[in-house]
């Protein structure tokens, strides 16, 4: 574990936080952060799809 995740724990448990409730805590920012990036990719290819289609259209 490297030094910031460290502190970031000391700082968590000086706030009052168990280990339990730091574990929660980073798992929800890893599962959002996993949420952000599939989201991202999905509306990327829905704007890829969307301007492949109108290509497609405007060359007929």
């Known amino acids: 574990m490297n030094e910031m995740w460290k ?3 000391e700082q ?3 706030n009052g936080y168990t280990p339990r409730d730091v574990q929660r805590i980073v798992h929800f920012y890893e599962v959002m ?3 952000a990036k599939r ?3 999905l509306y990327e290819d829905e704007e ?3 301007i492949n289609r109108n290509t497609l259209h405007s060359s007929k």
Do not use: A, G, P, R
């Open 7 to 9: 502190k970031l724990i």
């Open 48 to 50: 890829n799809d969307s």
């Open 33 to 35: 952060m996993d949420t």
């Open 39 to 41: 989201l991202k990719k």
């Open 12 to 14: 968590f448990e000086e």
